[in-house]
């Protein structure tokens, strides 16, 4: 359908390539990916959000880099996956923990920064997902967040920085699925100041 040029809408094709997905053909994850970025929330039928959901997160804690961007990207206040459950959250440090270079880490943080004003609580979570990407094995990672600790608290990100595990008072449901609807709590893109930067990573 996309590539014989017919007009289609990004719903049918974030649907059509999620059913490939599921059928086996992974090379159209890129399609849906994209395709999902661009929908509206408040339209985009909830049946088509349930299937995109089931289709996007087995992906995603497998390891798949792409995914696990789009599982961050697409849960938070006003997008497409609707709030971001604590569960959903536990699982994305799990994979960020297992994939090592820091990038889901960083992305998180991004998330919470991207704000006009964030709140403290919001700046100190950004801090600890920003301490997790520095000792990542990603060189790009680790400048970019480094540098993004140091605007928080000058002179942070000059000190050693102590080997992280994920919190301890988070407990991972693995059986649990995030609500297919609008609405989050870890919204918005990169921040301008690192959007370049960022997009080297993807």
Do not use: C
Request: glycine content about 6%.
């Amino acid at each position: 359908m996309i590539a014989t040029g017919a007009p289609v809408s990004d719903s049918d094709i974030a649907w059509f390539a999620t059913v490939a997905v599921r059928t086996g053909r992974v090379w159209t994850l890129p399609d849906a990916v994209a395709a999902m970025q661009r929908l509206d929330p408040a339209t985009e039928p909830p049946e088509r959000v349930r299937a995109y959901v089931e289709m996007l997160y087995p992906h995603a804690w497998a390891g798949n880099a792409l995914a696990l961007d789009a599982v961050i990207d697409l849960n938070g206040e006003g997008r497409l996956f609707g709030a971001l459950s604590d569960a959903t959250l536990q699982r994305i440090v799990t994979a960020a923990q297992a994939a090592g270079d820091g990038r889901a880490y960083l992305r998180l943080a991004l998330q919470l920064l991207h704000v006009d004003a964030p709140g403290e609580a919001d700046k100190a979570r950004a801090r600890d997902y920003l301490t997790r990407a520095i000792v990542g094995d990603h060189l790009a990672v680790q400048v970019i967040a480094r540098t993004l600790l140091e605007g928080l608290d000058p002179g942070s990100a000059q000190a050693p920085v102590p080997a992280v595990r994920p919190p301890a008072d988070r407990a991972a449901d693995p059986s649990a699925d995030p609500p297919a609807g609008p609405s989050a709590d870890l919204s918005a893109g990169p921040s301008s100041e690192a959007e370049s930067e960022l997009a080297v990573l993807e």
